[in-house]
C-alpha cells in the first residue's frame, strides 16, 4: 500500500525518508544503526507532538485518510470463519455494506459494516460507502435474523451519507431508513456501534441505533459533513475547518453531549499506521461491551434506548 501523508504529516513524512534512504544503503555501518535509532526516537518525539494538538479538522481529514483500515480489515481480522450473506429480498445487494455472521473471541455475532474502497474501481464497485435502500433493507433482515437467533449485533460506521441518487430516491432512501431506526429501537438484541471513519447524517444513523456508540480517537460522527455545513453557512465549502469547530463533531465533543459513550484509542500516530494493534484494540474493546450486555433480558432493551436517546439534547437553565 503506497503511503500517504497529509500537509499537518510531513515533518512524518520527512524523518520517515530520511530512514528508509539509510536502510536501503549498500553499505550498512554502526554509525547508521545508530543514526536509524536517533532518527525513530526522534519520530515517535514528533509524532507525539503532532497528536497531542489536532484540531477538529484535522481528525476529521484522519478519518478520511486514504490509508485508514476499513471495515473489511476489521472483520478478516477479527472472523476469519466470517459468512457474508447477500440481497434485501426486494431488489438488489447493495456492495457498500457487508453484512453477515461470525465470531468475535469465540462469540458469535452478526456484523453490519460500511465499506469504502481504496482505488476509484473499488470505490465505484462500494459506492464510495454510501448505501442505498437496499443495503438498509439487507441490514434490517441481517438484524431480525441475529434477533431471530439471539445474536448481538455490531455495527461499523463509515460513511459520507446516505446515497442521495434519482434511483435511491425513487427506491424509498427515507423510508429504509427510518423503518431501521424504527426496528433497531425495538430490537430484542443488543446493538454495538463503531465509528470506524466517518458517521454522517442519516446514513450513519440508518445502522446507529445502539445501546453503546462507540468511536474510534480519530473519527467523527455528525448531522452533516463540515464542507457541507460551510456550503449552507457561508455558500463556501473551503470554510469547512471553521465549520467542524462549530459542529463539535469528534469524539471528546460528543461524550460530553451523551452521544458517545466511549473513545476507543488508537495506536500512536493513528489507526492508519498499525492495523493489527488497532483491531486487537477495538476487538478487546468490543467484547469487554458485548460481555456488560449479555444478561440484559431481551424485553428490556426497548426501554433502556428509550431512556439512552431521551437524555440526549437535555439541557438546564441557570
Known amino acids: 500500500m503506497t503511503n500517504n501523508y497529509l500537509d499537518f504529516e510531513k515533518p512524518i513524512k520527512a524523518l520517515d525518508d530520511q530512514i528508509l534512504e539509510i536502510r536501503t544503503t549498500n553499505h550498512p555501518t554502526v554509525e547508521n544503526k545508530e543514526e536509524i535509532e536517533r532518527l525513530t526516537a526522534k519520530r515517535e518525539e514528533v509524532i507525539k507532538k503532532i497528536f497531542s494538538q489536532l484540531t477538529r479538522w484535522q481528525r476529521v481529514q484522519l478519518a478520511r485518510h ?3 483500515p476499513h471495515s473489511w480489515d476489521y472483520i478478516q481480522r477479527w472472523s476469519p470463519d466470517f459468512i457474508e450473506l447477500h440481497g434485501d429480498r426486494h431488489f438488489a445487494d447493495d ?39 437496499e443495503g438498509y433493507r439487507k441490514a434490517l433482515r441481517i438484524m431480525k435474523l441475529a434477533e431471530k437467533f439471539g445474536l448481538p449485533v455490531v455495527t461499523l460506521i463509515d460513511t459520507q451519507g446516505a446515497y442521495p441518487g434519482l434511483g435511491a ?45 462507540l468511536m474510534l480517537e480519530n473519527t467523527w460522527y455528525s448531522v452533516i459533513s463540515p464542507e457541507g455545513c460551510a456550503s449552507i453557512l457561508w455558500r463556501d465549502a473551503s470554510k469547512a475547518a ?21 473513545i476507543v484509542p488508537e495506536p500512536l500516530g493513528g489507526a492508519h499506521r498499525d492495523y493489527d494493534e488497532t483491531a486487537n484494540i477495538l476487538k478487546a474493546v468490543i467484547d469487554e461491551e458485548l ?28
Not at 429501537?185 to 445501546?211: M, T
Not at 424485553?299 to 428509550?306: C, E, H, P, S, T
Request: net charge positive.
Open 291 to 318: 460481555q456488560a450486555l449479555q444478561d440484559v433480558p431481551p424485553d428490556a432493551f426497548l426501554n433502556r434506548r428509550i431512556e439512552k436517546y431521551g437524555q440526549m439534547g437535555v439541557f438546564k437553565e441557570k
Open 95 to 133: 456492495t457498500a455494506i457487508i453484512a453477515g455472521i461470525g465470531t468475535l473471541n469465540e462469540r458469535p455475532v452478526a456484523y453490519l459494516a460500511q465499506q469504502k474502497g481504496r482505488n476509484t474501481r473499488e470505490n465505484l464497485y462500494r459506492n464510495f460507502g454510501m448505501m442505498r435502500p
Open 169 to 213: 430516491e425513487e427506491r424509498g432512501q427515507g423510508e429504509a431508513i427510518a423503518r431501521n431506526l424504527l426496528e433497531m429501537s425495538a430490537l430484542r438484541a443488543p446493538i454495538v456501534s463503531v465509528v470506524i471513519g466517518e458517521g454522517a447524517s442519516g446514513g450513519a444513523l440508518g445502522i446507529g441505533v445502539c445501546d453503546r456508540m
Open 242 to 262: 471553521q465549520a467542524a469547530e462549530a459542529l463539535k463533531l469528534i469524539p471528546p465533543d460528543l461524550v460530553k453531549m451523551g452521544i458517545c459513550d466511549r
Open 66 to 68: 486514504p490509508n485508514r
